[in-house]
């Protein structure tokens, strides 16, 4: 199949901060690609670059064949964009918006009508298409937000964040629409989402972005199987080299890391007033990253989790060890990028 | 040809846009065409009396003659009325002629009279009116006694609620905060007065015949009108420009920008889009305050309707692209408000676009308020006005200073479409 985007070393330069560092992929006609990273990690910025809204520091892409810093006219009627944040007029009705969105890519007369009228009925407006929508629930408004990208019929998507902050009703019917364009009309899509379960559904390949790089880009389930058997992370009272040697020989144990390393004696003693009060398993839930004052925090990568899991309980026990808090991932995207990251992909 | 209007179209489609933002702003809308509406007359009015104060000898008040020819009951009520108005000084004579003939010599603004049989008229269901006879020097006053007299004369509802409102106004905007009462009294049956002479006007059969008497030899008749309405067309125009600016940062922070930019618009479409949206707000502002002021306050607009349209799109076109300008350059939306509303206010006064002191704009005098007004665009689009209006200018001075405007615009669409771009 050929390709509809091809990147090629995009880098942008915030002065010293560098947002995007050398990206370089290739989606395919009619594939849904993802685009995935935690906060901060450039995704829209490498998508504002490729539809045009910023220029790149360093590094072009063709897009349907037309280069982007050559040809950008060309590039800009193939894409259609639909931004993370709300990016409508709100004291317009939906339809004003939609239609001045269609004037401006050179939609007229019965043309802009038809487009309009039909990509109502694909978010489901069509009913209060004539209310201004500052009186819309949220839902509605990123329903309409996706409209928006679709009236001039792109050639090549990008949803950025389409469903953040959605209700699962919403989230559901925006999931259709896109499943449907895509597999209806052939739409390529560029799909970047903090939800692993709706990568994992709509898209084929997806490269997980850190910091502004590619770390890994491959299908689904190729990303899935480099992981084997599921991530424990786990918070320790202390930790010494013997232990993590001795969980290390576990059969069920492929490796262990530390995340956050033994803390100074004041912070192992406010890890533990933390773990009495409880408070240690909301400290859990967070970035494991964050210095929260609690004890050693370990990555236990495993063959399988559960066995693991037994194994390791039973030698902390054999040694006398309390633990903080467990969080097990099994396989799955969100693990994977834990795995190549350190990070979680919500914080 | 069909290149040039698809090129054009995408213009369009923004300013289409932008007008129907705007339009859908009331708060925006009262500032533009409420706002100046009410300021010029009380503050014309205001004038007009504190200089006729300065010639004459009682303060603040209107000198008339009252003449009942009436014997009956609606004569004495009308007389009576018009006797307990704080802003009339009234002089009761006995007939018609010699109030004419005394009017026409200047001796006071205007004369009410009230015609013999007034009162069997009115009973009678038969049409009769009040006469005004104004001294043409005093127009502006005069037409003050004119809508005073059809409030004297008429059934006082609406006239009431008038009053309240204007009353309302004038406590709530403070514009008088600091004003004696007696002044505020005589602001607020002025500003009432005037909008009932312009009712009067608009009715089909008016309650009273105005006459405009008197020497034609005793000069030109001067309307502080003509000195004020231009200048506050021009100072309100400016009003525009922090909305202008703010709504570019809206259209950024909000990121319908995104779409603008991923679309295959021209920069010089997105920065044109807003300009002729506004040039035509600004169009439809200046003709709503003229007209407004040509009906209500006698405002002279000369007569060449081309001179008046050239120089209003040169104002709009300045107005729209000092927005712009302030958009791109300034980081938030509240600092493109700010500064925008900074320059409507100041920029008026140092350019000296309204009188001081006299009837004349401030700049025609010459020396340092002059050269500064050279270069601030205030100046030429009030000059601009002012030639269109008395009639002074000539199609090639007026044109100049619509060239400057336009130069201005130039420069500020130069560095708007220069300095547009993302991040
Ligand atoms: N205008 C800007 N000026 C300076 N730095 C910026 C600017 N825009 C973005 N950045 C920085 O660039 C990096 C990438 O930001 P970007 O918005 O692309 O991340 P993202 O992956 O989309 O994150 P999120 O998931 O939170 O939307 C961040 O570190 C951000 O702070
Ligand atoms: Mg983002």
Redesign the interface.
């Known amino acids: 199949m050929p390709a509809i985007l091809e990147a090629d070393g995009l880098v942008k330069k915030?002065g010293e901060h560098v947002a995007v560092d050398d990206i370089s992929f290739a989606v395919e006609e009619g594939e849904v690609f993802g685009l995935l990273g935690p906060n901060g990690a450039g995704k829209t910025t490498t998508i504002?670059m490729l539809?045009?809204?910023?220029?790149p520091t360093a590094g072009t892409a063709r897009i349907g064949g037309h280069d982007l810093r050559t040809e950008p006219?060309e590039v800009?009627?193939i894409?259609g964009?639909v931004?993370?944040?709300?990016?409508?007029?709100?004291?317009?009705s939906a339809r004003?918006n939609l239609q001045?969105?269609g004037?401006?890519?050179?939609l007229?007369g019965r043309d802009l009508r038809e487009r309009v009228d039909d990509v109502l009925e694909v978010v489901a407006l069509t009913e209060r298409a004539n209310e201004?929508i500052e009186k819309y629930s949220g839902g509605m408004k990123r329903r309409v937000n996706i409209a928006?990208?679709l009236v001039h019929q792109p050639r090549l998507l990008f949803l950025d964040e389409p469903t953040v902050g959605v209700d699962p009703q919403s989230r559901n019917h925006i999931f259709e629409s896109v499943m449907k364009l895509n597999r209806e009309r052939r739409m390529s899509i560029i799909y970047t989402s903090h939800y692993m379960e709706e990568v994992e559904l709509l898209c084929t390949r997806a490269a997980i972005v850190d910091e502004g790089r590619i770390i890994a880009l491959d299908t689904i389930r190729n990303l899935i199987a480099r992981l084997g058997g599921g991530v424990i992370q786990m918070g320790l009272e202390r930790l010494d080299d013997e232990m993590l040697a001795a969980m290390r020989a576990l059969p069920a144990v492929t490796a262990v890391t530390i995340v956050t390393p033994q803390p100074a004696a004041t912070a192992v003693a406010a890890a533990a007033a933390a773990a009495v009060t409880g408070e240690a398993a909301v400290a859990g839930e967070d970035r494991p990253t964050d210095a929260k004052p609690a004890g050693p925090v370990v990555k236990i990568e495993t063959r399988r989790s559960q066995d693991a899991l037994v194994q390791v309980v039973g030698y902390l026990n054999e040694r006398d060890v309390g633990f903080t808090s467990i969080e097990i991932f099994e396989p799955n995207l969100e693990s994977v990028f834990l795995h190549l990251t350190g990070k979680k992909l919500r914080e | 040809m069909r290149r040039l209007t698809d090129g054009l179209r995408p213009t369009l489609a923004i300013a289409w846009k932008e007008l129907q933002v705007t339009f859908r702003d009331r708060g925006l809308l009262a500032i533009l065409f409420l706002l100046p509406l009410v300021f010029a007359s009380l503050f014309s009015l205001s004038q007009q009396a504190a200089a006729d104060a300065a010639t004459g000898a009682v303060p603040m008040t209107i000198d008339v003659f009252v003449v009942d020819e009436d014997d009956g009951p609606y004569g004495a009520q009308v007389s009576s009325v018009l006797g307990r108005m704080s802003v009339l000084r009234i002089e009761e004579l006995a007939t018609a002629a010699e109030a004419r003939e005394r009017i026409g010599q200047g001796e006071r603004t205007a004369a009410v009279i009230i015609p013999a049989r007034f009162s069997d008229a009115i009973d009678a269901y038969t049409p009769t009116r009040l006469e005004v006879v104004v001294d043409p020097v005093q127009q502006a006053l005069g037409a003050v006694v004119v809508g005073l007299a059809n409030y004297a004369a008429s059934p006082v509802s609406t006239q009431g609620e008038l009053l309240e409102g204007t009353r309302r106004f004038v406590d709530r905007s403070g514009v008088l905060a600091s004003a004696p009462p007696e002044v505020q009294a005589a602001v607020e049956a002025q500003t009432v007065g005037a909008i009932m002479a312009q009712l009067q006007e608009m009715q089909a059969e008016p309650p009273i015949r105005v006459e405009t008497d008197g020497p034609t030899s005793s000069g030109e008749p001067v309307n502080l009108m003509d000195s004020f309405m231009p200048a506050f067309a021009v100072m309100f125009a400016f009003f525009l420009t922090g909305h202008i600016g703010q709504t570019f940062h809206k259209e950024r922070d909000e990121g319908t920008f995104r779409r603008l930019l991923a679309s295959p618009l021209s920069h010089a479409s997105i920065v044109a889009g807003p300009m002729v949206a506004y040039t035509l707000v600004v169009v439809i502002q200046v003709t709503f305050l003229f007209a407004i002021g040509a009906g209500a306050f006698r405002l002279d607009l000369g007569d060449s309707l081309a001179g008046l349209v050239a120089v209003s799109l040169a104002l709009g076109v300045t107005v729209a692209c000092f927005g712009l300008m302030l958009g791109v350059v300034t980081r938030t939306g509240r600092q493109a408000d700010i500064a925008g509303t900074l320059a409507a206010f100041v920029l008026p006064f140092i350019s000296g676009i309204f009188p001081f002191g006299g009837f004349d704009p401030a700049y025609l005098a010459g020396g340092t308020i002059a050269t500064i007004g050279m270069f601030i665009p205030h100046m030429h689009a009030a000059e601009g006005f002012r030639l269109v209006m008395t009639g002074e200018g000539t199609p090639a001075t007026v044109l100049v200073q619509v060239g400057i405007l336009l130069g201005f615009a130039a420069i500020f669409f130069g560095i708007a479409s220069r300095r547009l771009r993302f991040d």
């Open positions: 915030y504002s539809t045009g809204v910023l220029e006219t800009k009627r894409n964009l931004p993370q944040d709300l990016a409508l007029y709100p004291t317009l004003a001045f969105f004037r401006i890519y050179g007229k201004p928006a990208g």
